[in-house]
Each structure stands twice: as C-alpha cells, then as structure tokens.
C-alpha cells in the first residue's frame, strides 16, 4: 500500500494549511490514519489520530487549532492546520494501519510533506 502526501508549504504565523494523504493499492480495509511531524534535531511525534470509528486523538501542542478527518471512500486522510505557529515548522508523515486484501495486514507511511510556519 503506497501514501501520497501532499499540501504542505510556507505559511505565515496565523495562517492555515490543509494536508492530504491519498492511500493506494490492494486496501482491504483501513483502521487508525494519522499525522506524526518530525522537526529537524528531534524524533518524530504523534500530531494527530482517527480510527474507523471515527475516535480522534490529538497531542496537546495541537488541540483546539488542528482537526484530521478521513474519507474512507477516498482512501484519504486530511490534516486541518489553522493557526499555525513558528514551533508546527516540520516535515509531517501520514500513516496508516489497515489490512489489505488477503486479509494481510500493512503499516504504511508517506514520503513526508514539509510545513515551514515563518513571517
């Protein structure tokens, strides 16, 4: 199963981005999508979660400004960034846990998408 992310870019303190991450290939079924960030120096981190369910779950530096989604027709899973801020700066990764047909399961992440959040 293959991501592609994309919708990052250069954005202003205050301003907002949308990312998206399109899964293709042999998806039998998809359970928990998600966005994790990795600024330069650090390890990668969780941003944000949703399972099949619909359950979210968000690290705490981004409650209240961003929001994921999923289309599970699309195979797509969404980040909403709004008041973005200089420390959001970071190359952000989806991934996604799922089962493809065959009923093996996969565990796959996309090439990265980089956010820079500057005046």
């Known amino acids: 199963v293959q991501l592609q992310a994309s919708g990052g870019g250069l954005v202003q303190p205050g301003g907002s981005l949308r990312l998206s991450c399109a899964a293709s290939?042999?998806?039998?079924?998809?359970?928990?999508m998600g966005w994790y960030r990795q600024a330069p120096g650090e390890q990668r981190v969780l941003v944000a979660t949703?399972?099949?369910?619909?359950?979210?779950n968000y690290a705490d530096s981004v409650k209240g400004r961003f929001t994921i989604s999923r289309d599970n027709a699309k195979n797509t899973v969404y980040l909403q960034m709004n008041n973005l801020k200089p420390e959001d700066t970071a190359v952000y990764y989806c991934?996604?846990?799922?089962?493809?047909?065959?009923?093996?399961?996969?565990?796959?992440w996309g090439q990265g998408t980089q956010v820079t959040v500057s005046s």
């Open positions: 290939g042999t998806i039998f079924s998809m359970n928990t």
């Open positions: 949703v399972t099949n369910g619909g359950n979210t």
């Open positions: 991934n996604i846990l799922g089962v493809q047909i065959g009923f093996r399961p996969f565990n796959s």
